[in-house]
């Protein structure tokens, strides 16, 4: 056994957006109304509307049990309140005034799914499938000219009797379980696709972070190193002897300090105030 197993999986239930949310006490309100943002809305839901889908299951449910809704408060303030804590959790992101799924938020409807799904392909196709691709899988590891040969010249022989039983009217059309069954590992299929894409979106959008952070820090280094004589807004060197919360001071002067618009004044051996900073 992996005697690391339990504690990535207790990092996992703290940290991974998905399983805060199917842990949350309001998880199947908030999955029944992002689930439009996978089925309806694959570029985006507008963010007032997903608000308004919300608040109106809130509306439903606001004297059930089952949930923690707040009480008397308004279920729009509450359901705002409720997406905007999953969006800082990464489950959902907001661009152009659109709210996203995620990866995460796909892996938890997938999940849900998966709990309800009766309809199972059958054994025969599974396993018509890994023999289809045992096959394939075998043709391109083979490093013998001739035996590729071999096996194409099988492909062909098989797809010319296929063509001629086709040519004499002999064919079978699918239909019944067996289309039903075809049709939803196509469209299983095209939902894994979906799901690869939004963990590469994901991922871009990581990235993009990660280089937005470093070149912020970048930026703020040389300007306090300048200015106040820190390494950093949280490094204090030299006669600096205020404490890590002075030296960040408000936010105000954070902004300021980021955006490098300070005045440039003479290096000092404390952090100005809120005041100083306006």
């Keep these: 056994m992996d005697d690391d197993l339990p504690r990535r999986l207790v990092a996992q239930r703290r940290n991974h957006p998905a399983w805060l949310l199917l842990a949350s006490r309001n998880a199947p309100l908030t999955l029944a109304c992002l689930q439009s943002l996978v089925d309806g ?40 309140r409720e997406l905007r804590q999953w969006l800082r959790r990464g489950l959902i992101v907001e661009r152009n005034g659109l709210a996203i799924a995620t990866d995460a938020l796909q892996r938890s409807l ?35 000219q001739s035996g590729r040969a071999r096996s194409l010249k099988e492909k062909i022989g098989i797809l010319e009797e296929e063509l001629a039983a086709v040519d004499r009217g002999e064919f079978e059309v699918l239909e019944g379980g067996l289309a039903e069954e075809g049709i939803r590992e196509v469209y299983q299929l095209a939902e894994s696709l979906r799901a690869d894409f939004r963990r590469v979106e994901d991922s871009y959008r990581e990235a993009d972070l990660a280089l937005r952070q470093r070149i912020i820090g970048e930026e703020v280094r040389p300007a306090w190193a300048s200015n106040w004589g820190w390494k950093s807004p949280t490094d204090p060197t030299g006669g600096n002897r205020e404490s890590e919360a002075a030296a960040r001071g408000s936010g105000e002067f954070q902004d300021r300090t980021r955006e490098g618009v300070w005045d440039g004044s003479p290096r000092r051996t404390a952090a100005p105030n809120a005041s100083e900073a306006s």
């Design 41 to 80: 809305h694959p570029g985006g839901l507008a963010w007032d509307d997903a608000v308004e889908q919300l608040a109106a299951l809130f509306a439903v449910y606001a004297n059930d049990p089952d949930f923690d809704l707040g009480g008397d408060e308004n279920h729009s303030t509450a359901a705002r």
């Design 110 to 144: 997938a999940f849900l799914s998966s709990l309800e799904e009766r309809a199972m392909t059958s054994t025969a196709s599974r396993l018509a499938t890994v023999q289809r691709e045992i096959g394939e899988l075998e043709a391109r590891l083979n490093p013998s």
